[in-house]
């Protein structure tokens, strides 16, 4: 591996350094303010528009896409210092390029998977920011870290498809301009274990679809995702076209569609960590304590050398996958993609935790980033799979040679 960037990452990367200190970090505290009269605790403050218009007259717009068709064409290696770069304000900077989640996957799925209608119909105006999407896979019910449980049902009736279940963290559904519902059932529950699921493109307006309410993530609504939503879909009819690829195929979509999004999360939250260090540096330097300054103390040296190792460590896993993907492919570099889904959640919440620790009680308000950061790292030891799932899992194919 080469760890220079070559000429197109630098110039993106000269790009959107200028993006983030010109527009990005001096629009949080508007982006707070407006958050907090907002009267819908979901919907898009007006500082973010202004940020998605610059951010598309500066050509920073569609990163995460490796295909040129729709995106900037930027393989997995390049787009990794970018992601990383967004990661520092996570909850402005990934948006405003139109590379937040879940419509980033939700974008890849339809440009891998979809059909040219369902391309037309979703994927054009995701593409161009003028709707917003969500992802219905995860059910209150059932244990959906093993997505063979997933128990809604996808029956096939004529010429239509009819939708019964209910779904939580539906990422995107609160979002007031969400279109687009992308849900995950079993259509045919007596195939094989892993042929049962389908998934099918349902408009968000569709009679039958109720979205219940609004799921915190530790107090947070979590607006750049479109917030978490708890919807029901009961007698759901969908015209038979909107099926995504075959039926018996929505496992195999699913797992393709996280891989991708499983290193973008970890991109970022190199971002996060990286912020955080500056932040617990910066304060520890300044703050004196017992008559010398916080840096001066052992114990916080302690916390900003192991910082260091922790994210170059990680950041070197992150592009080593980053390579891999591109090299080999998602599932040549499967089990990079679980290492990093377990060691650098962990390693952000770690980093993060400290920087909260050096700054006492400015740590936990909301007077800094670093409240939402923390929240954020934690969460995505859930999402996308949980720690012990990717570990179980990762141990298995090791076991491999050996049983």
Same mark, same amino acid.
């Given at each position: 591996? @080469?760890?220079?960037? @070559?000429?197109?990452?630098?110039?993106?990367?000269?790009?959107?350094?200028?993006?983030?200190?010109?527009?990005?970090?001096?629009?949080?505290?508007?982006?707070?303010?407006?958050?907090?009269?907002?009267?819908?605790?979901?919907?898009?403050?007006?500082?973010? #528009?202004?940020?998605?218009?610059?951010?598309?007259?500066?050509?920073?717009?569609?990163?995460?896409?490796?295909?040129?068709?729709?995106? $900037?064409?930027?393989?997995?290696?390049?787009?990794?210092?970018?992601?990383?770069?967004?990661?520092?304000?996570?909850?402005?900077?990934?948006?405003?390029?139109?590379?937040?989640?879940? @419509?980033?996957?939700?974008?890849?799925?339809?440009?891998?998977?979809?059909?040219?209608?369902? *391309?037309?119909?979703?994927?054009?105006?995701?593409?161009? !920011?003028?709707?917003?999407?969500?992802?219905?896979?995860? #059910? /209150?019910?059932?244990?959906?870290?093993?997505?063979?449980?997933?128990?809604?049902?996808?029956?096939?009736?004529?010429?239509?498809?009819?939708?019964?279940?209910?779904?939580?963290?539906?990422?995107?559904?609160? @979002? /007031?301009?969400?279109?687009?519902?992308?849900?995950?059932?079993?259509?045919?529950?007596?195939?094989?274990? *892993?042929?049962? &699921?389908?998934?099918?493109?349902?408009?968000?307006?569709?009679?039958?679809?109720?979205? *219940?309410?609004?799921?915190?993530?530790?107090?947070?609504?979590?607006?750049?995702? !479109?917030?978490?939503?708890?919807?029901?879909?009961?007698?759901?009819?969908? /015209?038979?076209?909107?099926?995504?690829?075959?039926?018996?195929?929505?496992?195999?979509? $699913?797992?393709?569609?996280? !891989?991708?999004?499983?290193? *973008?999360?970890?991109?970022?939250?190199?971002?996060?960590?990286?912020?955080?260090?500056?932040?617990?540096?910066?304060?520890?330097?300044?703050?004196?304590?017992?008559?010398? /300054?916080?840096?001066? &103390?052992?114990?916080? &040296?302690?916390?900003?050398?192991?910082?260091?190792?922790?994210?170059?460590?990680?950041?070197?896993?992150?592009?080593?996958?980053?390579?891999?993907?591109?090299?080999?492919?998602?599932? !040549?570099?499967?089990?990079?993609? &679980?290492?990093?889904?377990?060691?650098?959640?962990?390693? $952000?919440?770690?980093?993060?935790?400290?920087?909260?620790?050096?700054?006492?009680?400015?740590?936990?308000?909301?007077?800094?980033?670093?409240?939402?950061?923390?929240?954020?790292?934690?969460?995505?030891?859930?999402?996308?799979?949980?720690?012990?799932?990717?570990?179980?899992?990762?141990?298995?194919?090791?076991?491999?040679?050996?049983?």
């Amino acid at each position: 591996m @080469d760890f220079g960037f @070559d000429d197109r990452t630098q110039e993106f990367h000269d790009l959107l350094t200028d993006f983030m200190e010109e527009c990005v970090y001096p629009a949080e505290p508007v982006h707070a303010a407006q958050v907090a009269a907002a009267t819908h605790p979901w919907s898009r403050p007006p500082v973010m #528009e202004e940020l998605k218009a610059e951010a598309r007259r500066r050509e920073l717009w569609n990163l995460f896409l490796p295909d040129p068709r729709f995106g $900037a064409g930027l393989t997995n290696l390049q787009y990794a210092p970018l992601a990383e770069l967004t990661g520092r304000s996570p909850y402005l900077a990934p948006e405003a390029l139109n590379c937040a989640a879940p @419509d980033t996957g939700n974008m890849e799925l339809l440009a891998e998977f979809g059909s040219p209608e369902q *391309h037309d119909r979703w994927l054009k105006p995701l593409l161009e !920011g003028e709707i917003r999407s969500a992802f219905c896979m995860t #059910e /209150p019910e059932v244990a959906s870290s093993d997505a063979a449980n997933i128990a809604t049902r996808i029956v096939r009736d004529g010429d239509a498809y009819v939708i019964d279940g209910r779904k939580w963290w539906s990422s995107g559904a609160m @979002d /007031p301009r969400c279109a687009l519902l992308i849900v995950m059932g079993k259509t045919d529950p007596a195939a094989a274990r *892993h042929r049962q &699921q389908s998934m099918v493109l349902v408009p968000r307006e569709t009679p039958g679809v109720t979205v *219940h309410r609004g799921l915190s993530a530790f107090g947070f609504s979590d607006g750049p995702h !479109g917030g978490h939503a708890e919807v029901t879909f009961e007698g759901v009819r969908v /015209p038979a076209a909107n099926l995504v690829a075959g039926e018996g195929d929505g496992f195999a979509i $699913a797992q393709a569609r996280l !891989g991708p999004g499983r290193i *973008h999360h970890c991109m970022r939250l190199i971002g996060m960590a990286e912020r955080a260090l500056e932040l617990m540096c910066a304060r520890t330097a300044a703050r004196v304590a017992f008559g010398r /300054p916080l840096a001066e &103390q052992g114990m916080v &040296q302690h916390w900003i050398a192991e910082s260091r190792v922790r994210i170059e460590q990680a950041r070197l896993l992150v592009l080593k996958t980053a390579w891999l993907m591109d090299t080999v492919g998602n599932k !040549g570099a499967h089990t990079e993609i &679980q290492a990093i889904k377990i060691a650098v959640p962990s390693m $952000a919440e770690w980093v993060i935790d400290k920087a909260i620790q050096a700054h006492g009680g400015a740590g936990v308000s909301q007077d800094t980033p670093l409240a939402a950061l923390w929240v954020h790292a934690r969460t995505l030891r859930i999402a996308d799979g949980p720690d012990e799932v990717h570990r179980a899992s990762l141990a298995r194919r090791e076991l491999r040679r050996w049983t």
